[in-house]
């Protein structure tokens, strides 16, 4: 953390990972082999309920209900399963 002067207001620099954890946030830690096999790229689909590639980082999501999907011939050509579905409206 660092503190600078931004026109003439004292401002507390700070690094997003440190940001959510001083909210309170629980942040799940992943490896750079999982974050490479898009661990960390999910669909939102309910509160609590996620679609996630199937990979070894789902059981760290301790309280979500994950539905695993096999997405190994999508993502090969460098997508995510996010970024492979439409816009979905949850009421």
């Known amino acids: 953390r ?3 002067y931004y026109d ?6 700070t690094n997003l990972y440190d940001y959510i954890k ?5 942040v799940v830690e992943v490896t750079l082999d999982e974050a490479r096999k898009y661990a960390t790229n999910f669909l939102t689909i309910d509160d609590g309920k996620v679609v996630s590639p199937k990979n ?3 059981r760290k999501l301790q ?9 190994e011939n999508l ?3 460098g997508g995510g399963i996010h970024c492979m579905t439409a816009v979905i ?3």
Request: charged share 30%; aromatic share 4%.
């Open 2 to 4: 660092v503190e600078v």
């Open 56 to 58: 070894s980082a789902n």
């Open 63 to 71: 309280g979500i209900d994950v539905i695993e999907v096999p997405v």
């Open 89 to 91: 409206q949850r009421d």
């Open 22 to 26: 001083e909210k309170g946030f629980n």
């Open 75 to 77: 993502t090969s050509g």
């Open 8 to 13: 003439k207001k004292l401002v507390k620099v």
